[in-house]
């Protein structure tokens, strides 16, 4: 019985964070006819844009059918377009419009609001001296539940959003993670 309650409390924690994300997208992106899941998918081509739309579905963790329906709603809105790949006419690549690009600029401020990214800074500060903790244990559990491939893509995006262009910081970050596996 004593197992189940680590279960118990580990499942529900997890729940906990993803239904305040959840509810946080939903709502932010309520105003702009949007979804959750469509806002996301505006954050990962804000990031890097001109992806394909099954890179849309591994970086979104989303099933493929998922993701094309995401980007085609967001191509009738006018906040992306598409179009195939000059190399390979199979791979449709997806681009952010520039309208699509001023919609997220005027949600990013909401978003950096979200209850989940409060609590996490909040985490932060009163663990004073270790303030990376959270994060590493969450990229901790990312790899082991989405795998190495997508950690290693997202410690690669978040030192572009930091502006790294060193090579050693992203290896330092992942390094950092790695060390005890």
């Not at 118990?8 to 305040?20: E, M, P, V, W, Y």
Request: charged share 25%.
């Amino acid at each position: 019985m004593h197992r189940w309650a680590d279960v118990h409390l580990t499942f529900n924690l997890i729940r906990s964070l993803s239904k305040a994300l959840d509810d946080d997208l939903r709502r932010i992106a309520r105003p702009y006819h949007l979804t959750g899941s469509q806002l996301h998918l505006l954050s990962l081509l804000y990031q890097e844009d001109g992806v394909s739309i099954s890179t849309i579905a591994q970086r979104g963790l989303w099933h493929i059918s998922s993701a094309f329906h995401n980007v085609a709603k967001l191509e009738q809105l006018g906040l992306v377009t598409t179009r195939s790949n000059q190399e390979d006419e199979r791979i449709t690549e997806v681009h952010l419009t520039e309208e699509g690009r001023r919609l997220f600029d005027a949600v990013s401020g909401e978003i950096e609001q979200s209850r989940v990214i409060q609590a996490i800074q909040k985490l932060q500060e009163h663990m004073g001296g270790q303030q990376e903790l959270p994060v590493q244990i969450g990229l901790f559990l990312c790899e082991a539940l989405s795998g190495r491939d997508f950690t290693q893509w997202l410690l690669r995006s978040t030192a572009q959003w930091k502006q790294t262009d060193n090579p050693e910081d992203v290896e330092k970050m992942t390094d950092t993670v790695y060390a005890n596996h």
